[in-house]
């Protein structure tokens, strides 16, 4: 009978104090069994059962800690001086945390803001005119000048603190109108200096001076700061540092299962949001990227916050930290030399992300988050994290998508059935949310579902999902059926993103926050200039084009005043426009509706290198990516990897 193993990893307390996690590749369970077994035949001569297994294993890949580079920190920490404008810094903590928390809830918000009213305080205390507490420089204490914001922190923990705020003001303050002097507010001003101080947050995890989990909410801040600012590629980078540190904090593996090493919930509930809080941002910038994800779900176990929690089992259960170890040595949470408060506790019930069992766990999924908890403030806290939690479940659909159509062709095998469950998950995703029901009004005694608030975003996330399913299709030959339905769900889709974009210049304009806006936008207006040019080429008008090419360009043209760099994607429509409004014009009589004016054109008939290539109903996709050979002189061109030599 064939014989199948069962290996683990397990956590152990690494030379910060804190859990860290060793998959059984490194290992882990080897050493444990021997160790078990030298425990088992301890005899007079050899009294001790471990000779060092344990504790060479935990060294081989950590280096003590160390304080030589703890000067480096000082000119990068706030100081009390920059926390003199309450007033300013409240409002854009109010803001990030209205705005951004709900999805990305990586922040212990109580700590936080105990933080913040702290330094507040202190700040004001150090720079009192008449203030007695402060002595002279060469009375042993720090001039008022230079007196850091956050006493009685490492310098690595104020490092870490730092960084959280300075990312919290800078997206707090995006979109402010207000005629203040910002530059008394503390704020990153540029890609160079985020950067820097995440090279100084790594760098204090891998000298193992701060806690991993908070230096993780550290770079956290940081990408979330970039991506928001679409600087994707920084994000990018960042997320590759930031995958293998939650790796090795073992923030994939469901924190439930080993509750005899995350004591208390609070914290076991934190661990969650801030991975998935990653996850999120890794699947949207691999898909923004076409790169590969990499967290792949076969990887993760850790139960999504705000859906079901399968692993609530008790101590003794599978899956806990390894027997043979006594506590102090590995399932030392309970002992660690924790100095942050903790956690706030937003929900203990969550939904797993168990790919083996998808076809199933979309029903437990939706009935889990209709599914009130008994306990009212778990309830409360659950309701709280549907924002995430749904947000979670688009960035799981998001990365099953691009497994399924954009893996290596020789992997690659794309199935109907797959597919269809692709769309049937985002489906029931949808109706889950609810939008179009009345679910508030018909429970008037009920909290309010805070997904609502964010229905603009909710909305244009599942027609661009639906686009992406879709997509993939339009290589297909033109003639084929397939082609044409996918074409027409795209176009569909990208009419209803536009507007309700739209739709939400009149409400709120918070609601334009998201960064991907534009490039639904953008990428929509190519999929319109595509129709239209097919439905030209079957004879028929699409007159439709100049009206949703309009609209895509005035919410372009908006979204550009909080992102000036995404100009670029206005200009294309715009030159679209200029493009096809001739060819529009010749069928004009079969219009019946007035489309709006656009300034007036020159009278010039466009050449046949104006017009653009005609695309014809032969059955092959009208790009060749097989023959297409990147040229010197065009705009693909490549450049030698390697610069000059440098000159004699």
Known sequence: METSTHERGRFYIGPNGFPRFAGSASGVYLADTVRSDLTSTTSTDHPTPDPGIEDAFIHRNNDEPRSDETALYSIYLLRSKDLLDEEGLRLRLNRYFTIWHPLFPFLDGAYLLQCFNNSLQLAKL????????????????????HQLAFDGLTPEQSLALTTIFLAIFTIGGLGIETSEDVSKIPAIHSSSQATMLGHLVVGACQNSRVDDLFGIQALLALELLFYVTRKYRPAMHLSGVLTKLAYEA???????????????????????????????????????????????????????????????????????????????????ARGTKRKFPAAVSEDTSTDSLDKDSRDSEQNVRVAAVRAAPTNPQIAQNHIRLLPAYSLSLMAQMIGQAMEQFNKSVSHRAINANEVLHLRSTLDAWWNDIGLDSDDDAENPGSSPDPRRKLSTLFTCLYHSQIINLNRPALSLPPSQVQHDHALQAAI???????????????????????????????????????????????????????????????????????????????????????????????QSHTVSWELPMLPAQPDVQPSESTQGPNFNLADCFHFDFDTFVLEPESTWAYHVSMPPSPNL
């Open 250 to 332: 073992g923030l994939h593996r469901c924190p439930e299962r080993y509750a005899s090493t995350f004591v208390q919930p609070a914290d076991r509930d934190l661990r969650k949001r801030v991975f998935y809080s990653l996850y999120i941002l890794d699947r949207l910038l691999s898909a923004d990227f076409g790169i590969p994800i990499m967290l792949s779900d076969s990887d993760i176990d850790t139960c999504v916050p705000g859906g079901e929690e399968k692993h609530a089992i008790p101590d003794h259960g599978p899956g806990l930290p390894s027997p043979y170890f006594p506590s102090s040595g590995n399932e030392g």
């Open 492 to 586: 569909g889709s990208v009419r209803v993103i536009c507007s309700t974009l739209s739709s939400a210049f009149f409400k709120n304009k918070e609601e334009l926050y998201w960064p991907g806006y534009v490039d639904m936008v953008f990428l929509g207006s190519l999929i319109l200039v595509y129709g239209a040019r097919r439905e030209r080429a079957r004879r028929n008008a699409a007159a439709w084009l100049l009206r949703d090419l309009r609209r895509a360009l005035s919410i372009l043209e908006h979204l550009a005043k909080r992102w000036p760099k995404s100009d670029k994607f206005g200009r294309v429509v715009k030159a679209l426009i200029e493009r096809e409004e001739p060819n529009l014009s010749e």
């Open 126 to 145: 150090h720079h009192e005119p008449d203030s007695s507490q402060v002595r002279a420089p060469g009375d042993g204490t720090l001039d008022p000048e």
